[in-house]
């Protein structure tokens, strides 16, 4: 069985880029199973039927079941705190202007903020991410994997593809959000 570990945050918190640097011949991670899982009991089989060592999920939206998935499943889990206002402002770099979006992401916070002193939890604040904090960060989920590539990484500009993601929100089932927050 796999160790699971989940990285959550706001979009647009470097999600996609540590799904990257944490996936190794030992370990992998999703980023946004969201955009084409259906429910709950596929989420879970994600994280427990893998033959890799570390089974990892960066998603910004299951953050809103951080309570479930820390209660069922008990992974580590790393918080990349940032604020509303720079979310909401690459977000604007990207044309992307939604007025459900505001709520959301305040919601999520909210949830994320509940949870960051739990003991299987870690935060690093945006404005903190460097060489060491990510390396430990990466060490501490996935305990005696080696990262050779890291430094490499850290020069790297990994980030989901815009045209992919209008995409992927258009047709995306949202069992995860809260009813009070779908439009």
Known sequence: MSTPFFITGLPRSRTAWFSV???????????E?????????????????SKFRYVGISDSGLGMLLPSI????????LIIRRSVDQVEESFH????????MRKRLEALQEMLRLYENHPLVRVIPYNELSYWTISDAIDWLTPGTSQPMLHQLMHLNIQS?????VEMAHGVNEWWVPDELKE
Not at 33 to 49: I, N
């Open 161 to 165: 593809d815009l045209g992919y993601n």
């Open 21 to 31: 640097a944490t996936s190794t011949p030992e370990s992998v991670c999703h980023h």
């Open 93 to 100: 770099r990207y044309g992307i202007h939604n007025p459900i």
């Open 33 to 49: 199973p969201t955009a084409w899982l259906s429910d709950w009991p596929e989420l879970v089989r994600l994280w427990t039927e």
């Open 70 to 77: 820390l209660d069922e499943l008990r992974p580590r889990t």
